[in-house]
C-alpha cells in the first residue's frame, strides 16, 4: 500500500524552464510534507517543506504547493538550472498530537518512489 | 560539519553474515532513523528512535536489529544476511521538538549479499 506516489519516473526541462515535479499521497493523516533531493552516491538532502495549515511555501527558485482536498502537492523549479538534476523525493508525515513532541507517529516519514529531473543545459 | 556519519560506505557479505552498520551525528538532534533504498521504492522506514533510551519498528523491521548505544549513536545489525537485504542503506536524525523537523541524512552505506 503506497501511501505516497510520485507517478512520473523521470522529468526532462530545458535549462531556464520551469520544473514541476508531482506527488500523491492517501492517508489523510498527513499533515507535514517535504521534498529532498538525491544526488548520486550521496544522502537525500532536505529541500522545502510545508505544513498542511498553509498552501503554498517559497525558497528562492523553489516553491511548494499543497492541495489538501485533492491530496497533491507539486515542487516547482523556477528557473530550472543543471545543477538541479537529481532525484526528488516527496515524503509526508503526521503530526505529533496537540502540537508537542510526542505521538508514536511523530516524524516518521512516509517517502514516495522519486522523479529523476534532468536539466539540459 | 559532520553532519551524519555512516560506516562503512561499501560492504559485501555472505548469506548467512552478520554485520552492524555504524551511525553517528554530531547536531544532538534526539531522533534517528534507519532507512533501506530500493530501486523504484523510495526509501522505507526500518527502524526508528524518538529519543535516546528508545526504538521502535518502523514498515520494514524483519531480519534486523538496532540499538541506541547513546544520544550520538544509533546501530543498525544483520543478524543473519539474505540476498533479499542488499541495498542502500541511510541513517537520518532530526529534532524532537513542537513543530515538525526535517530529517538530516547521512550518505548510506551500500550492501551487497551475495
Known amino acids: 500500500d503506497q501511501q505516497v506516489k510520485q507517478n512520473s519516473p523521470s522529468l526532462s526541462v530545458q535549462e531556464g524552464r520551469i520544473s514541476i515535479l508531482n506527488c500523491d499521497y492517501t492517508n489523510s493523516m498527513f499533515d507535514y510534507f517535504l521534498w529532498y533531493k538525491k544526488y548520486p552516491a550521496e544522502g537525500p538532502t532536505f529541500l522545502i517543506s510545508i505544513s498542511s495549515i498553509k498552501d503554498k511555501n517559497e525558497d528562492g527558485r523553489f516553491t511548494v504547493f499543497l492541495n489538501k482536498s485533492a491530496k497533491h502537492l507539486s515542487l516547482h523549479i523556477v528557473p530550472s538550472q543543471p545543477g538541479d538534476s537529481a532525484v526528488y523525493f516527496c515524503?509526508?508525515?503526521?503530526?505529533?498530537?496537540?502540537?508537542?513532541?510526542?505521538?508514536?507517529?511523530?516524524?516518521?516519514?512516509?517517502f514516495g518512489q522519486g522523479t529523476i529531473l534532468t536539466v539540459h543545459p | 560539519n559532520a553532519g551524519v556519519t555512516q560506516t562503512p560506505k561499501f560492504q559485501v557479505l555472505k548469506t548467512g553474515q552478520s554485520m552492524t552498520l555504524q551511525c553517528a551525528q554530531d547536531m544532538n538532534h534526539n531522533s534517528m532513523y534507519w532507512y533501506r533504498q530500493d530501486p523504484g521504492m523510495g526509501l522505507r522506514l526500518i527502524y526508528y528512535?524518538?529519543?535516546?533510551?528508545?526504538?521502535d519498528k518502523g514498515e520494514v523491521p524483519n531480519g534486523y536489529n538496532v540499538s541506541r548505544l547513546n544520544k550520538r549513536e544509533f546501530s543498525l545489525r544483520l543478524e543473519s544476511a539474505a540476498p533479499s537485504q542488499t541495498s542502500v542503506y541511510f541513517c537520518?536524525?532530526?529534532?524532537?521538538?513542537?513543530?515538525?523537523?526535517?530529517?538530516?541524512f547521512g550518505d548510506g552505506t551500500r550492501l551487497s549479499i551475495l
Open positions: 537520518a536524525s532530526s529534532e524532537r521538538k513542537e513543530g515538525n523537523q526535517p530529517q538530516h
Open positions: 515524503a509526508a508525515s503526521v503530526a505529533a498530537l496537540g502540537g508537542h513532541a510526542g505521538g508514536t507517529s511523530y516524524g516518521k516519514l512516509t
Open positions: 528512535s524518538a529519543s535516546e533510551g528508545t526504538t
